[in-house]
């Protein structure tokens, strides 16, 4: 199991920035490192179900964004930080979440919420005037 620890939520303005991180342990018990797992970013709104937002995988080399966040969000990954984010831009009102990050149980990039398995506490982002 992995898991993963979220930060760099915060309240924004419309147009503004966040970066958001999502650290996990180097090495779990069964032996997998922070490497060896794909990882995504979901949000919930208040009343709205959970969402997928972008997701990457072990190498970072391919990446998925939902179309409500293309070219304003991009996720990346520092395996040697144990560390993926997540740059916000041009954020919008709608934006406004809890931003989770999880990995799922199968290796390879995976953009559906029933493949994550493992989940943070999340972090809050509020975009508001």
């Known amino acids: 199991q992995v898991h993963p620890v979220e930060s760099g939520g915060g309240l924004v303005q419309p147009g503004g920035s966040l970066r958001l991180s999502c650290a996990a342990p180097?090495?779990?018990?069964?032996?997998?490192?922070?490497?060896?797992?794909?990882l995504g970013w979901f949000r919930q709104a208040p009343g709205k179900e959970r969402e997928i937002v972008a997701a990457?995988?072990?190498?970072?080399?391919?990446?998925y964004y939902a179309d409500s966040v293309k070219g304003r969000f991009t996720m990346s990954r520092d395996n040697a930080k144990n560390t993926v984010y997540l740059q916000m831009i041009n954020l919008k009102r709608e934006d406004t979440a809890v931003y989770y990050c999880?990995?799922?149980?199968?290796?390879?990039?995976?953009?559906?919420?029933?493949?994550?398995?493992?989940w943070g506490q999340g972090t809050q982002v509020t975009v508001s005037s």
């Open positions: 990457i995988d072990e190498s970072g080399g391919s990446t």
């Open positions: 999880a990995a799922p149980v199968l290796a390879g990039l995976r953009t559906k919420l029933n493949e994550y398995a493992f």
């Open positions: 180097g090495r779990t018990a069964s032996g997998r490192t922070f490497s060896n797992y794909a």
